[in-house]
RNA sequence: GUCCCCAUCGUCUAGCUCGGCCUAGGACACCGGCCUUUCACGCCGGCGACAGCGGUUCAAAUCCGCUUGGGGACGCCA
């Protein structure tokens, strides 16, 4: 097969959604598994909505995500001579033409097809019109044939044909003087060698129009492949309303980049019944053919799974790296105990569906003091429970070592010594210990605080246990 | 409204290309049990779908048609 040229294009309008995410893994797995070439281009036309912020966030979430391209970006705004060279060339010979109605006249019309049934389109009024009135703005229109249809056999969807008779003449410049999407996305296409242009399912009604516009240009027609929409849990479009939809946000929540690109995958395309795939074996057995044509709803909770398989499964030292921010957003100083770092993640992973609740699960481990439950200390720091605090002092401070053998064998006196069963011997210390019900294991937590802090905060239990 | 696209468990999907191997498989979620020092993890089990109708055929989830339902597009946005 010829060299493969694929490219993803956002506009910077809007950070990188979760339906964008998805489109550009998509080409980059097409482009990597067939050994071809991934070009990343700024659609910034709409100079009014796009924004540098938007354009930083856009490749910050690229790069998190693992999407590396090999050309670009390219930035539409700064290719303005060849597009305008291209409208005249058709404006030269005759496939396109100037329109002077005005953007109230089009409203009108529009409103008026709207009201009596008919597909709102352009009249082509101006489509004769051979007069240049001095000083009077217009917009240049692309001139579609009166009759026949377009075919293109749409790689995920197979064959689409619809009517010249719906398409009107759009408009390819405006009065401005600046190009338009559906002219400078084909310009841009052609200009870069795109064979397989793999965009979102809400383009295919633009590409019966975009063929017209190559054949114009005398270029040859790419493959299309549209991938179908993500939806909601309410089967609409996927927005804000249904949750977070900007790529990085996920990172904030904690989600880790493999989980994202695996559901991001497995959304809409399949390879049997397997549902954890690395990037490498995405890259090997991605295929166009097994992208399904039914649009898919978002599950948020099929990405937690994922997400906590891969903290599971994570090399624990990069876990470290990547737990820290979260301890700091929770006003946490993660230096004040690295050592307990590795420790910490050993024991959420198994655990944390995300970096987030980690971080706030193993929160106590930070502070100088837990911040106790005040319902766990009412039920275990009781009076009652007092004798039995001492007792796990005096067991762990004659304790030789501070090991987990060490510390279950000071448990197992105090077992002994107050002739209580585990069950209730670990609660009133783990609350004492991390201010809730709720831990890891207890002897690991305690290694993991040390003897010293661990005396200390059974100490202060152990006062407040005497007030109860 | 017009045009385009789509249709298997609540959700993501396998199967559909080359009809029989499908009393329809897997995963998430949910429910129950086991494990257990709490919470998780893990393991075992359960619930649960071929949208409807008609056709073709010895045989249809698989092919065809219609209906219904859903989504998308109709911009001097992309």
């Given at each position: 097969m010829a060299d493969i040229r694929v490219r993803f294009a956002p506009s910077p309008t809007g950070y990188l959604h979760i339906g964008g995410a998805r489109t550009a893994l998509f080409n980059y797995l097409f482009a990597r598994h067939n050994g071809g070439t991934f070009v990343f281009r700024i659609e910034d036309t709409d100079t009014q909505r796009s924004t540098q912020e938007y354009v930083d966030e856009i490749m910050a979430s690229m790069k998190w995500l693992g999407f590396s391209w090999d050309e670009g970006p390219f930035f539409q705004t700064q290719r303005m001579d060849l597009y305008r060279a291209k409208v005249q060339q058709l404006l030269d010979e005759g496939k396109a033409y100037r329109c002077y109605c005005t953007p109230e006249e089009l409203d009108a019309k529009r409103e008026l097809a709207m009201k009596e049934g008919r597909?709102?389109?352009?009249?082509?009024?101006?489509?004769e019109r051979t007069d240049h009135p001095e000083g009077v703005p217009y917009v240049v229109r692309f001139r579609a044939p009166d009759e026949g249809t377009i075919t293109f056999n749409d790689l995920i969807k197979g064959p689409v044909t619809v009517d010249v008779a719906e398409l009107d003449d759009i408009i390819?410049?405006?009065?401005?003087?600046t190009p338009t999407y559906n002219f400078v996305v084909v310009v841009d296409d052609i200009d870069m060698g795109i064979t397989h242009v793999i965009r979102g399912d809400d383009h295919v009604n633009n590409t019966p129009r975009q063929i017209l516009m190559y054949q114009g240009l005398g270029a040859p027609v790419p493959e299309f492949a549209h991938v179908p929409m993500i939806l909601g849990a309410d089967k609409s479009r996927l927005s804000k309303r249904h949750g977070a939809t900007a790529v990085m946000s996920y990172e904030q929540m904690g989600y880790l980049p493999e989980a994202i690109v695996n559901y991001l995958a497995r959304l809409g395309w399949s390879c049997g019944d397997q549902e954890i795939f690395s990037m490498q074996e995405l890259i090997d057995k991605?295929?166009?053919?097994?992208?399904?044509?039914a649009a898919g709803v978002f599950n948020p909770e099929k990405l937690l799974w994922l997400n906590s398989h891969y903290i599971k499964t994570a090399e624990g030292e990069r876990l470290v790296t990547l737990l820290r921010p979260h301890l700091e957003r929770l006003g946490l100083n993660p230096d004040v105990h690295p050592e307990r770092l590795p420790a910490v993640v050993e024991m959420y992973r198994e655990r944390s569906k995300t970096l987030a609740e980690m971080a706030s699960s193993a929160a106590f481990f930070f502070r100088e003091m837990p911040e106790y439950d005040p319902a766990a200390v009412a039920k275990f720091l009781t009076a009652d429970n007092r004798a039995l605090l001492e007792s796990v002092i005096r067991h762990l401070e004659a304790s030789p070592s501070f090991t987990g053998e060490a510390v279950e064998q000071a448990i197992q006196a105090v077992m002994a010594e107050t002739g209580l069963k585990m069950g209730k011997v670990a609660q009133p210390v783990r609350v004492a210990v991390t201010g809730g019900t709720v831990s890891p294991g207890l002897s690991e937590v305690l290694v993991a605080l040390g003897r010293d802090d661990t005396l200390k905060r059974l100490r202060v239990a152990c006062d407040l246990s005497q007030q109860g």
């Open positions: 597909k709102p389109k352009y009249d082509g009024a101006c489509r390819i410049q405006r009065s401005d003087g991605f295929t166009l053919e097994h992208v399904g044509r």
